[in-house]
């Protein structure tokens, strides 16, 4: 029997977070497809308001017919309640960073990884789906023992993206006479930040003394991690590299519209959107190959298997300074980023909805 609903529960509606993004991008595919759908969190950031219902709220509108989609989260109250619950479960995992990576920096970070890893595990018998964000996500899924398992990419809403750019970023971004390298992402361990730092460093001394590096990703709670990148920066000394903490959607599209290459030198990534947003604003990509990056990135962009400061800094002079070489570069990009466009959400979240009703009524 079709389901009368399918809720999404997350551990924290986020403002600009890929998961929240993706949990809200869902929800819009799913009323598109006939079932009532709500969004249900732990915490929801103030500029969420309206687009989630408190947790507590769940077992109410879950009577009756319902499916849950539970964005796993590590150290939450929401995976204890969708756990103990009788509704068929669908796991959608966005991966879990190492805990290897936060121990020189915040040990209670390392210590709800670690278990986080653990608790998967436990949530396989409980599951009749897990889907991975990426097949490098599935892969680990597999790994803990989920018996069926699917790749659901995340979804990207690109009209958000058509919006105006902030006029108050455009007016600080404008006006500067030099290349300008951006990096996208949380200021976290295994973004790896230092090394697109030391890397811009090397790319400042070696062609481009006027250059600039704008890193946009907030920091909060990772105040260990931000000090030892501004001691970098000193040590480096290296100049005009710009935090700019966390930015509304405006100010995402203004940094991107000034910028002139993207730089990911992360060591873990479970999808990683913002590769695909600087395809989309037709910035040249570098990434290093870890994890999903080499995923995500099919084929598009450079795909880096070497670190080193002076390696990367020439490949970012040549993706500026080599015509011939950066239409290639943007050519190869525009094929992944069609393909990423070309996907049939709709189609595939049926497909996998079916599976899961179909393990369900399987075990009764």
Same mark, same amino acid.
């Given at each position: 029997m079709?389901?009368?609903?399918?809720?999404?529960?997350?551990?924290?509606?986020?403002?600009? /977070? *890929?998961?929240?993004?993706?949990?809200?991008?869902?929800?819009?595919?799913?009323l598109s497809l006939g079932f009532e759908s709500e969004?249900?969190?732990?915490?929801?950031?103030?500029?969420?308001?309206?687009?989630?219902?408190?947790?507590?709220?769940? /077992?109410?509108?879950?009577?009756?017919?319902?499916? %849950?989609?539970?964005?796993? =989260?590590?150290?939450?109250?929401?995976?204890?309640?969708?756990?103990?619950?009788?509704?068929?479960?669908? %796991?959608?995992?966005?991966?879990?960073?190492?805990?290897?990576? +936060?121990?020189? +920096?915040?040990?209670?970070?390392?210590?709800?990884?670690?278990?986080?890893?653990?608790?998967? =595990?436990?949530?396989?018998?409980? %599951?009749?789906?897990?889907?991975? #964000?990426?097949?490098?996500?599935?892969?680990?899924? *597999?790994?803990?023992?989920?018996?069926?398992t699917g790749v659901l990419p995340i979804v990207v809403d690109w009209s958000r993206y058509d919006e105006a750019p902030s006029p108050v970023m455009q007016e600080r971004l404008d006006g500067f006479d030099g290349p300008t390298i951006l990096s996208v992402g949380r200021l976290v361990p295994n973004k790896k930040i230092e090394d697109v730092i030391a890397s811009f460093a090397a790319f400042q001394r070696r062609d481009h003394p006027r250059s600039r590096l704008l890193l946009v990703g907030d920091s909060t709670g990772h105040d260990r991690y931000l000090r030892r990148l501004l001691e970098t920066v000193q040590k480096l000394r290296v100049q005009n590299v710009i935090f700019t903490g966390q930015v509304t959607q405006a100010d995402l599209i203004a940094a991107y519209q000034s910028a002139h290459a993207f730089l990911c030198l992360s060591e873990h990534e479970g999808f990683c959107v913002p590769l695909l947003e600087a395809m989309h604003f037709g910035l040249p990509v570098l990434a290093y190959d870890a994890a999903a990056?080499?995923?995500?990135?099919?084929?598009?962009?450079?795909?880096?298997?070497?670190? #080193?400061?002076? +390696?990367?800094? *020439?490949?970012? #002079?040549?993706?500026?300074? /080599?015509?011939?070489?950066?239409?290639?570069v943007l050519a190869s990009q525009a094929r992944t980023l069609s393909a990423a466009k070309a996907i049939d959400f709709d189609r595939l979240l049926e497909s996998h909805i079916e599976t899961a009703l179909e393990s369900s009524r399987s075990r009764g």
């Amino acid at each position: 029997m079709r389901p009368r609903a399918i809720h999404q529960v997350l551990a924290a509606l986020a403002y600009g /977070d *890929a998961i929240g993004n993706e949990a809200l991008a869902i929800r819009k595919h799913l009323l598109s497809l006939g079932f009532e759908s709500e969004i249900f969190a732990e915490k929801i950031h103030p500029k969420m308001a309206g687009l989630a219902h408190p947790l507590s709220e769940y /077992d109410r509108a879950a009577a009756g017919r319902t499916v %849950c989609m539970f964005h796993f =989260s590590i150290g939450s109250a929401a995976s204890s309640l969708v756990f103990h619950r009788k509704d068929p479960l669908i %796991c959608v995992y966005h991966n879990i960073t190492p805990p290897e990576f +936060f121990i020189p +920096f915040h040990q209670h970070l390392v210590g709800l990884c670690y278990h986080g890893k653990r608790e998967l =595990s436990s949530f396989a018998p409980r %599951c009749v789906l897990g889907l991975g #964000d990426s097949e490098f996500n599935r892969k680990e899924l *597999a790994g803990a023992g989920f018996e069926r398992t699917g790749v659901l990419p995340i979804v990207v809403d690109w009209s958000r993206y058509d919006e105006a750019p902030s006029p108050v970023m455009q007016e600080r971004l404008d006006g500067f006479d030099g290349p300008t390298i951006l990096s996208v992402g949380r200021l976290v361990p295994n973004k790896k930040i230092e090394d697109v730092i030391a890397s811009f460093a090397a790319f400042q001394r070696r062609d481009h003394p006027r250059s600039r590096l704008l890193l946009v990703g907030d920091s909060t709670g990772h105040d260990r991690y931000l000090r030892r990148l501004l001691e970098t920066v000193q040590k480096l000394r290296v100049q005009n590299v710009i935090f700019t903490g966390q930015v509304t959607q405006a100010d995402l599209i203004a940094a991107y519209q000034s910028a002139h290459a993207f730089l990911c030198l992360s060591e873990h990534e479970g999808f990683c959107v913002p590769l695909l947003e600087a395809m989309h604003f037709g910035l040249p990509v570098l990434a290093y190959d870890a994890a999903a990056v080499g995923e995500t990135m099919n084929g598009g962009g450079l795909l880096l298997d070497n670190k #080193d400061p002076a +390696f990367v800094a *020439a490949a970012l #002079d040549r993706v500026l300074t /080599d015509r011939p070489f950066r239409a290639a570069v943007l050519a190869s990009q525009a094929r992944t980023l069609s393909a990423a466009k070309a996907i049939d959400f709709d189609r595939l979240l049926e497909s996998h909805i079916e599976t899961a009703l179909e393990s369900s009524r399987s075990r009764g």
